[in-house]
């Protein structure tokens, strides 16, 4: 009987004011699409980088000194003559220069400057879709997931980074970047002649990784090495303060929007129906009863807004691949978890306050309240 009572009242409170019921709900899905979209985004490119770069082939990462993880990030600081060095360690086999560099005018996409015999040294090769390598400074290969979204072939021109270059080839995709130009090429655009980002590095046995990284820490002793096979884990956030520091912030400030929102809902709810509570208590509910009202009307709109926002999530998330879809957004049960539960808690916060203020009025002065 108490639960039909329930039932009735949170429904009739809920449907006599749409409007303010409606922004109740939409604000908390927006707290919902803030967390997953933004999160889901990130843990996209992270994964997708993550698989690029170990799809290389290499068996480990050589960077500077203090270098991002993400490989895009990182400087050209060190060296080309490194790689004669490294050679000389006992079980390298061979070594490929890369420079990094971003195109951000359409999405993210990494470009890498390498010299392709080097390259294909370390990596195997590509697997030719069309084409042929580059042979010229203006040249570039691209990879098929490239091709596809900004529907380019063999011998179309493209723009990037204020230079126009002529597409030779396109590869299956996986081997670290989208994008590939001669070293010299990236050396000029950069101004960083000689210098490279990071290194692949090829072992004659890759069981032996974790002894020739040793080797290369007593030669190199300020300069990171990583077996490549532990990258993907090392992109997680939890390994990245700074990323780690990024989420928490979007975490933050959706959770205030959601707090917020519901707790004016809430106290504007208690306001105008003032009289109704006024009515409730002179016919005997008890202050715990209010209290369970008010929360209960609160988790309403909260689950109704949770439901809203994974939905339009997942659209938004698909939205985002076709028009970028050199971008990915990773949306993983665990945030969904943790998004729908910092907007049950933004409810049950937002409406403490209001759910208090309305079960310690007077019931006399509640039914005189106009």
Request: hydrophobic content about 50%; charged content about 15%; overall charge neutral.
């Given at each position: 009987m108490f639960f039909f009572m329930y039932k009735k009242?949170?429904?009739?409170?809920?449907?006599?004011?749409?409007?303010?019921?409606?922004?109740?709900?939409?604000?908390?899905?927006?707290?919902?699409?803030?967390?997953?979209?933004?999160?889901?985004l990130t843990a996209g490119i992270s994964n997708e980088t993550a698989k690029r770069t170990e799809g290389v082939g290499a068996d480990i990462l050589f960077q500077?000194?203090?270098?991002?993880?993400?490989?895009?990030?990182?400087?050209?600081?060190?060296?080309?003559?490194?790689?004669?060095k490294m050679l000389e360690i006992e079980g390298v086999q061979a070594v490929a220069p890369v420079q990094t560099q971003v195109n951000a005018s359409s999405g993210l996409e990494v470009i890498y400057g390498i010299d392709i015999d080097k390259f294909n040294e370390v990596s195997g090769g590509f697997i030719w879709h069309k084409g042929r390598p580059f042979?010229?400074?203006?040249?570039?290969?691209?990879?098929?997931?490239?091709?596809?979204a900004r529907n380019v072939d063999v011998g179309d021109p493209v723009k990037l980074l204020n230079h126009t270059f002529k597409i030779a080839g396109i590869v299956e995709h996986g081997k670290g970047a989208r994008l590939f130009i001669p070293l010299k090429t990236a050396e000029g655009m950069t101004g960083a002649v000689n210098r490279v980002s990071l290194f692949y590095v090829k072992l004659k046995d890759p069981s032996q990784v974790n002894a020739v990284i040793e080797q290369m820490k007593k030669v190199f002793p300020t300069y990171g090495a990583i077996p490549l096979k532990e990258y993907a884990k090392l992109m997680m956030s939890n390994s990245m303060p700074a990323l780690d520091a990024f989420i928490e912030t979007v975490v933050f400030v959706a959770v205030c929007i959601g707090?917020?929102?519901?707790?004016?809902?809430?106290?504007?709810?208690?306001?105008?129906?003032?009289?109704?509570?006024?009515?409730?208590?002179?016919?005997?509910?008890?202050?715990?009863?209010?209290?369970?009202?008010?929360?209960?009307?609160?988790?309403?709109?909260?689950?109704?807004?949770?439901?809203?926002?994974?939905?339009?999530?997942?659209?938004?998330?698909?939205?985002?691949?076709?028009?970028?879809?050199?971008?990915t957004v990773l949306i993983t049960d665990g945030w969904i978890a943790r998004a729908s539960a910092f907007a049950l808690l933004s409810g049950i916060i937002?409406?403490?306050?209001p759910s208090l203020k309305a079960a310690t009025q007077d019931p006399v002065e509640a039914l005189a309240y106009e």
């Amino acid at each position: 009987m108490f639960f039909f009572m329930y039932k009735k009242i949170i429904v009739a409170g809920l449907a006599a004011r749409p409007v303010r019921t409606t922004v109740s709900i939409l604000a908390v899905a927006l707290e919902v699409i803030l967390i997953l979209v933004v999160v889901g985004l990130t843990a996209g490119i992270s994964n997708e980088t993550a698989k690029r770069t170990e799809g290389v082939g290499a068996d480990i990462l050589f960077q500077p000194p203090n270098s991002s993880l993400l490989l895009a990030l990182s400087n050209s600081t060190m060296p080309i003559a490194l790689s004669g060095k490294m050679l000389e360690i006992e079980g390298v086999q061979a070594v490929a220069p890369v420079q990094t560099q971003v195109n951000a005018s359409s999405g993210l996409e990494v470009i890498y400057g390498i010299d392709i015999d080097k390259f294909n040294e370390v990596s195997g090769g590509f697997i030719w879709h069309k084409g042929r390598p580059f042979s010229a400074p203006d040249e570039v290969i691209v990879d098929d997931i490239y091709a596809h979204a900004r529907n380019v072939d063999v011998g179309d021109p493209v723009k990037l980074l204020n230079h126009t270059f002529k597409i030779a080839g396109i590869v299956e995709h996986g081997k670290g970047a989208r994008l590939f130009i001669p070293l010299k090429t990236a050396e000029g655009m950069t101004g960083a002649v000689n210098r490279v980002s990071l290194f692949y590095v090829k072992l004659k046995d890759p069981s032996q990784v974790n002894a020739v990284i040793e080797q290369m820490k007593k030669v190199f002793p300020t300069y990171g090495a990583i077996p490549l096979k532990e990258y993907a884990k090392l992109m997680m956030s939890n390994s990245m303060p700074a990323l780690d520091a990024f989420i928490e912030t979007v975490v933050f400030v959706a959770v205030c929007i959601g707090v917020l929102v519901i707790f004016l809902s809430m106290y504007t709810t208690i306001t105008e129906r003032t009289r109704e509570i006024g009515i409730l208590r002179s016919l005997g509910a008890s202050k715990q009863f209010i209290v369970r009202l008010i929360f209960q009307e609160s988790a309403v709109v909260c689950l109704i807004g949770v439901v809203i926002g994974i939905g339009a999530s997942f659209l938004i998330g698909r939205l985002v691949t076709v028009v970028f879809p050199t971008l990915t957004v990773l949306i993983t049960d665990g945030w969904i978890a943790r998004a729908s539960a910092f907007a049950l808690l933004s409810g049950i916060i937002g409406s403490l306050y209001p759910s208090l203020k309305a079960a310690t009025q007077d019931p006399v002065e509640a039914l005189a309240y106009e």
